[in-house]
């Protein structure tokens, strides 16, 4: 994959293939869990702990009295498990350069496809998908399709996104020698110093006769080219001395072009030591404007911009007239350093800090209305459907129930009372789940919208099923007594969600003048933060739905928490702020 840059150089990347993407995603999953295993296993140490010594009074015994012990150790379980799956990859790709843990040791990295570093909405976008990719019944075979059947390897995900996983090459070092085997520099024909070099990368891995015959081939070629080679040489197969001699040996390449360009030619090739000087000083340079670029004066960081110039100046001319050689690869690799640290995050997210974060969530609100109108309808007239059938025929209500909730029905008993009693352990699974359904409902509008139109009749079947059914219990002002502090908020959420994903759909199945790729990563990119904001937003919703919902309180306060948190979502959408702004700005 070439990408073409302003400097008027290119940068070349290598995909990575699945079998390397798969291999770091194996390993960062046995870290993620070994992790949640030590979460856990501090967890329960620590409570036993407060409990031997007693060291929260008489907090601590009644806890474990109650039975909440074994409560508070499996919601934060769950909190944990669900916060290192979605947090893990998104912290290393955007804090780390785009390297996890298992990315770093396979020797991958993910950029978005201008060869920058990854923001958190880019991510956040690659890894939504992830849960789709490997759910059953597929397992994992979605993108191991997808990788093979793209240009680049991508996976859903990536697509959406705009990302890309790249091989990280093998680092090049060009270092000087301190001392000289002899006397005076070598020059050899590019094609045998580019042997020479390969070799020495190889040379561990070579057979033994293969190894002394490439290594008496560049001996003779040292000495055609006016070496010294002494004659108290130890190792048979000459590694030892080579390795140490090859930081006095520079390339030539006889010029097929005009007797001008023969002439630069032989100007350049004659100063590589200073070649490689400017390299590794345009390395610390670049290098210093990572580690400390708040403490950096406006000097240094133009001597760090000057030095990434250069860099793309010599990879230019070293990847046309020398391929191959260290300097060039070094160069190359310095290239893709130095782009990342100068550009940075700074170009991959400017327009992302053009504007707040609570605009740009009315910005994506304001991109997707037609489609939130569509999910709206699809998902009341699934209510209605549902009720009208159930209503018909009441027999139909028992499918939209499970077996444990038809026994407490039967027993007089709404199955939303078990929370009571457990609200850590309901408020933690309540996220989760109400996080994974929004997310999904998102991503699969990667099928066209017809994913995501599914989980809109199926959610909204169930309500509407419900509640009807419960009519012939006399029950449907307790189920409503229990749904209506988070329900405003919770389907408020999904719906959002499902236009999100009915919007990724259209893009997908109407790309206009665009490809359907473009087409559906402007839409993505635009819906993001509209995304992010309302995962949040279910975090509140779950603890009310666990601590509000289940209780003992005044339908009335029930009813003015859920208008309230529902009606700050909805402002937040069409407004773009949380609070009015009372002054306005004079002309």
């Excluded at 789709?132 to 680049?152: C, H």
């Excluded at 070092?173 to 390969?198: A, C, H, R, W």
């Excluded at 990368?201 to 015959?213: G, I, M, S, Y």
């Excluded at 070649?275 to 403490?295: D, H, T, Y």
């Amino acid at each position: 994959m070439r990408i073409m840059l302003p400097e008027q150089t290119w940068l070349d990347l290598e995909p990575a293939g699945a079998g390397s993407r798969a291999s770091a995603y194996l390993i960062d999953l046995i870290i993620r869990w070994t992790a949640v295993a030590i979460i856990v296993s501090a967890v329960i140490y620590l409570l036993s702990k407060l409990e031997g010594h007693n060291l929260l009074g008489a907090i601590v015994p009644r806890i474990v009295r109650s039975g909440s012990f074994s409560q508070v150790l499996m919601a934060i379980i769950i909190v944990a498990v669900s916060l290192i799956e979605i947090a893990y990859p998104v912290f290393f790709e955007v804090f780390y350069d785009g390297v996890t843990p298992g990315k770093r040791l396979i020797g991958i990295r993910v950029l978005d496809q201008r060869g920058l570093p990854l923001t958190l909405k880019t991510s956040l976008a690659r890894n939504i998908f992830i849960p789709l990719e490997i759910a059953p019944p597929f397992l994992g075979l979605i993108p191991l399709v997808s990788m093979m059947i793209t240009r680049n390897s991508q996976r859903i995900g990536d697509l959406v996104a705009g990302t890309i996983v790249v091989r990280e090459p093998e680092p090049v070092s060009i270092s000087s020698n301190k001392t000289d085997l002899f006397s005076g520099k070598i020059v050899l024909p590019l094609e045998i110093y580019n042997l020479y070099s390969q070799y020495l990368e190889r040379h561990k891995t070579l057979t033994p006769d293969a190894a002394r015959r490439i290594s008496q081939t560049l001996m003779q070629a040292l000495k055609d080219a006016g070496a010294n080679l002494p004659d108290n040489i130890e190792d048979k197969d000459y590694s030892g001395f080579l390795k140490a001699a090859f930081k006095q040996v520079y390339p030539i390449r006889k010029s097929k072009g005009s007797p001008k360009q023969e002439k630069l030619l032989n100007n350049v090739t004659t100063n590589w030591p200073a070649l490689r000087e400017q390299l590794v000083s345009a390395r610390n340079k670049i290098a210093a404007l990572k580690e400390e670029r708040a403490g950096l004066t406006d000097k240094q960081l133009l001597e760090a911009a000057d030095a990434y110039q250069l860099v793309c100046q010599r990879y230019s001319y070293l990847s046309t007239f020398y391929p191959n050689t260290p300097e060039a690869r070094y160069a190359a690799g310095l290239v893709r350093y130095g782009r990342r640290v100068i550009y940075g995050k700074r170009l991959a997210s400017a327009e992302t800090q053009s504007q707040p974060f609570l605009r740009r969530v009315n910005s994506g609100y304001i991109n997707v209305r037609p489609y939130i109108a569509t999910s709206f309808a699809v998902f009341v007239a699934s209510i209605i459907i549902s009720s009208l059938m159930v209503r018909i025929n009441p027999g139909f209500g028992w499918y939209f129930i499970s077996e444990t909730a038809a026994e407490n029905l039967e027993s007089g008993k709404l199955w939303t009372e078990n929370i009571r009693g457990i609200s850590s352990i309901a408020s933690a699974s309540i996220m989760a789940n109400n996080i994974k359904v929004s997310l999904l409902a998102f991503a699969l509008g990667i099928t066209g919208g017809v994913g995501t139109l599914l989980i809109l009749i199926s959610n909204g079947a169930m309500l509407g099923g419900i509640f009807t059914f419960l009519t012939n219990f006399r029950m449907e002002q307790r189920l409503l007594d229990f749904v209506v502090a988070h329900g405003f908020l919770e389907l408020s959420i999904i719906i959002v969600a499902a236009g999100c994903g009915l919007a990724i759909g259209d893009a997908l199945l109407q790309p206009g003048d665009l490809t359907r790729k473009e087409s559906v990563q402007q839409r993505a990119k635009s819906i993001m933060d509209l995304i992010i904001f309302s995962a949040l937003s279910l975090v509140i919703a779950g603890l009310i739905e666990g601590f509000v919902s289940p209780q003992e309180i005044a339908f009335e306060i029930k009813l003015i928490t859920g208008i309230l948190a529902g009606a700050i979502y909805w402002w937040v959408l069409i407004v773009g702020r949380i609070t009015p702004r009372l002054i306005k700005e004079k002309k």
